[in-house]
């Protein structure tokens, strides 16, 4: 299945792209999302979990950055993973840009999702895939707003940036907040509150 999503950045393109390109700075801002390895400046191992309608879903699997073309702000994503449980898997590329929007920034998002085995039933609802898309986006938006008006851009630590063998920092580990974004993403694809385990 195919979608689209998008999202503003209060930044020019040319420093959207640098703080969008730089992974270790913007995995924490991915509801449910942790790093877990750089390989090389392309290549990623991460985590993700996921609620589609009442079932969670944990994926492990790898991200690769392809066609990154500086001069147009623009690059692929490939991402791969597996649920947890051996419930299936899931498949997805998507194409971003970033353009000029008013004085900032707009991210455009194009996903080609392909899921297989169990998870296929559960996230057979087109539209709650697209739902549930759109809500870890915003909260992705939201996230990574919130950082840029405490560190802007320029000023991140550079110090490990590049160096696949450096320890990963601390904020690209699971955080409290992501737990409180996963539970209001159940509540606003669900309608309903509870714990969301």
Known sequence: MEFDNSFDVPLAPPDAWTVLMDIRRIAPCMPGAALTEIIDPQNFRG???VRLGPVALAFAGKVAFENVDEANHSAKVKAQGSDDKGRGAAN????????????????LIHTDLM???????????????QATAAQIIGQFAANLRKQLEQQPAGTADASNQGDPAAPLPEAAKPIGGISLGAKVLWQQVTGRSGDKS
């Open 92 to 107: 997805a590329t998507a194409t971003f840009r970033i353009e000029p929007s008013g004085g900032g920034s707009r991210v």
């Open 115 to 129: 899921l297989s085995g169990a998870v296929a039933q559960y996230g057979r609802g087109v539209g709650m895939i």
């Open 47 to 49: 985590k993700i979990a």
